[in-house]
């Protein structure tokens, strides 16, 4: 079977272009957890919140996204291991369990497994679903990331909506922007040559 005939069998991803194999299954892994923790280094902060802008929720959706659910889960689960091990590559070159924005973390492992399970039904091929689903993805980490932030930083909720979800709704729909070009792009790249 060609790999233009692969990509296009229902419930295909990108990553599922490329030839099946064990190797290809780690490499994508370890792959994605890396790009994951080099996106997180673009960190802006915010004033009044403990929270940064990042790349990384971009990242984890994209990988979601792109590699499929079970992928994409353990791409994130291995970029959450290895940042709570030491490694320092959490926003802003941090790591460990017990940040304010580590669940934030959490949430991008909920929303990769969530977005990647979406794409094998063909939610990245459209403007249109692919906004959907990246705004799906990213309401999942919120609605992991915020009520974290308030138990970790004793603020009420409305005070963890105001510092951790309120200041980046601008760049989420700017991700999500983004979003809906690359991946519909990127199908029609592989149709035509397919």
Known sequence: MSTASVSFRPGAVLADLLPASRVRDIALVVGGAAL???AAQIAV?????????????FAALLVGTAFGARRGFLALALYALV???GVPWFAGGTSGAGGASFGYVLGMLLAATVVGALARRGADRSVARTAGTMVLGSALIYAVGVPYLALSTGMSFGAAVAAGLTPFLLGDALKAALAMGVLPAAWKLVGRRG
């Open 45 to 57: 902060p915010v004033p009044g919140s403990p929270v940064p802008v990042t790349g990384q929720t």
């Open 83 to 85: 940042g709570m091990a």
């Open 36 to 38: 994951t923790g080099i």
